[in-house]
């Protein structure tokens, strides 16, 4: 378990913390004195250690289910943050309430007081569900469709205090609307349940897995409808989902929206379906996008006419404990006592009668808060910032309270626009969803380190709900008035009639984006760790230093340098023009033969839109063109031994066009997935020539600890150099094929053959896949689906094809192609094949579902060059009516001795005598003669090959006699 969260958490469970809290509580311990893991156990108690302060103290986050609030609660916390913390109280954007200041003799004193009252602070941080929470105004609307609160109480009741559910890969969130009006809040959680009427019949459309923080992602639609008993077990089933099959091994993969990537919204349908006791009714309309948001300040009539809701203005969430205890004495004495806090970071008093009113708004302005806050109070939020908060990289709330005073003084006017400031890639102030978004960044400039906000435009409400696109990077926060001021301008004088901000921007930015043209338009960005120097190329800097483990505020935006390149670099280029600032990789040294340089290949032959792959020595390497500059790496991925030259080149980043890595071109870093670099080497531009050093070769360092980076060298089939291990592969090409029929092999399978007799697409040998193309309104899409027929048949390619219908490919050429018709494709290519001259030992083919395609492939090549190499051929499926080639492969079966055949059902009905259940490596072995000395071929789900791979290399198989098949970017590289 690489993950050292996973391995503390596994060590002790965080609810088994609490009677190590009480005993630092009775020590006084100090914070510096607690082990870390402790501290961050204490989260799961809702305890949140702020070591900024001195001396340090510690934050207590309050859940506050379906925000509902009572006087007698909302007292309680008043009278805490008097009398131990700092005496104030923060509403969050999930409706939560916190207080700031408590030491560590306070905590249990703390949970006792809130337990009497009927408050926990239980599970409301790290890897746990937070605040279950609803519309504030839920039992009290009178248009809403249904009241939600007991449906938040009941989910609630589902995770709280249980052990299982306190450990989730990480964090999630979890909301319900119950009105028709779904603002832009709903579309960023992990689920949502959104009311909707059908035929008289209030249901929940679903929305799943949206996140905020530094990769941010709006919710896939779940296309069902949940019944509003079924809420709670379609909550369990997703947070099982979410627990058996979600990412621990990296957090920054962890969340469920990254899971939901791997599998697809099918794939979530597919563990519904088997999981729950009750069919779900599908629905393939989609949630109204929001038109607005919620109005939670002002007067509100409740669905009894007689009764108000007063929404009262928190400028930024933050009120002193007076003012929340003046609240809860107002609610006594004018109402029954009830609040409801707001994902808005405000607070409402309920059940105010008519004649009530002006008496209740008047102690609240006495209390300094308002029922008429100015547009600033309501379009304005701002998360807790570096004042207290350890990994916020700026302060927010102060600053965007001076920065209100400073646009109050100009005059502008704030038109329903609104202004989210967060002070990290967090996004706890949801800064993607703003108007105008702002990001807290430090800048490291010539006249030294500011804090600076980065500055998104364009997102919330622009037609539908959208994420913000950059305007402008490392904004000073004294320049934020005027820019703000300027954009605001732009828009109200340019806008056309009834156009938003956001879509007035949207349509600028983009606009903008498209006329770029230069492949150095845009860099991705160097932070600097000024504790140890260590430098880091993204988008935002990483949670903590992977060089001294220090905090994400250490780290600062580069400006002063150009392409992260150092001042020694810098100085090391001289030439006829002077002190002109070169790449490291084109540093331009006296040419002799002693430098090192070896002839690769003309200038001309390098394009900026294809990489092109040369052979020195022996040794594949492949050229791109960035710019100005050419750039050299070695040629073949890590993963199975593409050439990188064949792949997809933009902005610096090539993408192998087997398995769609990443690599940064410029250092060899690999992006995505990690820890998988190529080697880099200098070059040299010389008289229309390309020259490379050969003997240069620098490998991107690990975590900043000198040690190269693991598979950092090239991988080959056989583990040799490439001239002694493998033919270069055949270059993909492109070409449109004309579709001769479209086969039905089962419900949702279908083969589509095409007319290869042109020879168009080079086929050579089984198990390869091709790439197929179809239109988009944005522009091409492409998705890779194995050959199912052999090479030896030059007349045709079949393509066997499951429909997933959240896939946008598969949909469309479903729903679109027929027989006469034409499909773009690339191919064929990738490193999952047969071959019959080096792949001599026993097969056994193992597939389930639809990845029985690249084993048909195979046995049909088989039978085709009259082989008696033996086969084992074992098939899972879900049902009869899913089993795909059936007849075929019952029909070799029973005509070949060498081919053996094995049907395994998930889901059988009564009628059915085979083998039962899952496929796993008992079960092969109870079908397979001579286990550790056959050869393997496994294609299906990533967790069903991983748990087969695993257990062959278990039982002695060796690895390199187990092939994976996998269009997804794995972890570590395959094996060939």
Known sequence: MSNPIEVWKSEKHPFEVWSDVERYASAQTPMSEIETPDLERMKWHGYFYRKRESPARYMNRIRVTASELSAEQAREIALIAYEYGHGIVDVTTRANVQVQGLEIEHLPKVTARLTKVGLTSKQTGHDNIRNVFAHPFAGLLPDELIDTRQLCHDVTELFIESREYSDLPRKMNICLNGTDSHSSHFWTQDISFLATELDGEVLFQVLLAGTQGQNPRLAWHLPVLVQPDQVVEVTRSILDLFRAKGSREKRNRARLRFLVEDIGIGGVLEWLHQDLSFRLQPCIAEPVPASSHDELVGWFRQSDPKLWTMGLSVPLGRMTWRQLEGLALLSKKWSDGQLRTTHEQGIAVVNIPTGFKNAAATDAAGLGLSVQGDPFEL??????????????????????????????????????????????????????????????????????????????????????????????????????????????????????????????????????????????????????????????????????????????????????????????????????????????????????????????????????????????????????????????????????????????????????????????????????????????????????RVFIKTGSKSVTESEGDGVPAKNSHTLTPSHAPPSQSRNRPTKPQTATLSVLDVIHESPDVRTFRLDNSDGKISFDLPGKFVKVCIPADDGDVWRSFTISSCPNDKQRLDLTIKLNPEGQVSRYLFENIQPGGAIKLKGAQGGFFFDSAKHTEPLVLVSAGSGITPMMSIVRTLKAAGSTLPVTFVYGARAEADIIFHLECEQLASEQDWFRYFVTLSQPSDHWTGDIGRIDPKHLASRVENFAACRYFLCGPNEFMDSLHAGLTQAGVPRERVHTEQFQKLKVPATV
């Open 379 to 688: 379009n304005t939020m701002a998360c807790t910032g570096s004042q207290f908060c350890n990994i916020a990289v700026t302060e927010t709330k102060g600053h965007m309270f001076q920065l209100i005073e400073k646009l109050r003084k100009r005059a502008l006017k704030l038109h329903g626009i609104r202004i989210h400031m967060s002070g990290c890639p967090s996004s706890c102030a949801q800064h993607f969803i703003a108007d105008i978004g702002l990001k807290g960044v430090r800048v490291r400039r010539l006249i030294g380190t500011r804090e600076g906000f980065d500055v998104y435009l364009g997102g919330g409400l622009a037609g539908q709900v959208h994420m913000g696109l950059p305007y402008k990077l490392g904004v000073d926060v004294d320049q934020l008035p005027t820019l703000i001021e300027d954009v605001a301008g732009e828009f109200y004088l340019k806008h056309r009639a009834g156009q938003t901000f956001s879509a007035y921007w949207r349509e600028k930015l983009q606009a903008a984006e498209a006329d770029k043209v230069g492949d150095n338009d845009y860099q991705v960005p160097v932070w600097l760790c000024e504790a140890c120097e260590y430098r880091h190329n993204g988008e935002d800097p990483p949670v903590f230093c992977p060089s001294c483990a220090g905090l994400r505020r250490n780290f600062a935006r580069l400006e002063c340098e150009s392409d992260g390149v150092k001042e020694d670099e810098r100085m090391r280029v001289t030439g006829t023009e002077g002190d002109k600032l070169q790449h490291p990789h084109t540093l331009i040294p006296s040419r002799n033969n002693a430098a090192g340089y070896v002839f690769a290949a003309e200038t001309s032959a390098v394009t900026a839109t294809d990489g092109l792959t040369v052979e020195v020595g022996g040794q594949e390497y492949a050229l791109f063109r960035v710019g100005e500059e050419i750039l050299c790496i070695d040629s073949a991925c890590p993963h199975e031994g593409a050439s990188l030259a064949d792949g997809e080149i933009k902005d610096g980043v090539v993408v192998c066009p087997w398995h769609s890595w990443e690599f940064d071109v410029c250092t060899g870093c690999s992006l995505d997935p990690p820890g998988n670099d190529v080697a880099t080497y200098e070059t040299l531009i010389e008289d229309g």
